[in-house]
T-cell receptor, first 111, second 113 residues
Framework: ETGVTQSPTHLIKTRGQQVTLRCSSQ?????VSWYQQALGQGPQFIFQ???????GRGNFPPRFSGLQFPNYSSELNVNALELDDSALYLC??????????FGQGTRLTVV | GENVEQHPSTLSVQEGDSAVIKCTYS??????FPWYKQELGKRPQLIID?????GEKKDQRIAVTLNKTAKHFSLHITETQPEDSAVYFC????????????FGAGTRLAVHP
């Protein structure tokens, strides 16, 4: 098992609401990336944080935002939830340039 | 844009047979290629990776080969076991920039006893 932990594991939200997902990175890792994995598909890159700054973003709208804290843990915030936001949200931590190790994910259901 | 194509989408083999999964990437600047195994309801687990300065890497029953010219890389699993059953994802990344992994769509491998 990796040292990457995510919370909560499951979440049900109503369309239009806001959600915050959390990730604790593995010890020694300073980079956190977030991915969205729809059912039956590969993970899609949302964005990456390195030393508390966003330094890369995928094709996701601004209502997807994040934070990284001095201890390198991270949050993913999604505003104005849509039904299509239902997915498994994965956090991956790495040392800069090193392999990425994933958390167990948060299963978000928007109803 | 950046893209990784993965084939086949499903693969069914008998225990003890070999399994091969193939991926093609579009970004010629990609230089790091990990493979992840994802069991149902679990996290993607890194099983092997290769960098572009190496043509082949092996770890016990799994091996990965890379053809930079053709922009192809493949996962080979020998002597398959039922516990190898899972979804396998290939990915490509351009090191030196941010760690944006581009994933293939996945291959569902079923190993039958």
């Amino acid at each position: 098992e990796t040292g990457v932990t995510q919370s909560p594991t499951h979440l049900i939200k109503t369309r239009g609401q806001q959600v915050t997902l959390r990730c604790s990175s593995q010890s020694g890792h300073n980079t956190v990336s977030w991915y969205q994995q729809a059912l039956g598909q590969g993970p899609q890159f949302i964005f990456q944080y390195y030393r508390e700054e966003e330094n890369g973003r995928g094709n996701f709208p601004p209502r997807f935002s994040g934070l990284q804290f001095p201890n390198y843990s991270s949050e993913l915030n999604v505003n104005a939830l849509e039904l299509d936001d239902s997915a498994l949200y994965l956090c991956a931590s790495s040392a800069w340039g090193g392999p990425a190790f994933f958390g167990q994910g948060t299963r978000l259901t928007v109803v | 844009g950046e893209n990784v194509e993965q084939h086949p989408s499903t693969l069914s083999v008998q225990e003890g047979d070999s399994a091969v999964i193939k991926c093609t990437y579009s970004d010629s600047a990609s230089n790091y290629f990990p493979w992840y195994k994802q069991e149902l309801g679990k996290r993607p687990q890194l099983i092997i990776d290769i960098r572009s300065n190496v043509g082949e890497k092996k770890d016990q029953r799994i091996a990965v080969t890379l053809n930079k010219t053709a922009k192809h890389f493949s996962l080979h699993i020998t002597e398959t076991q039922p516990e190898d059953s899972a979804v396998y994802f290939c990915a490509a990344l351009r090191e030196g920039g941010y760690n944006k992994l581009i994933f293939g769509a996945g291959t569902r491998l079923a190993v039958h006893p």
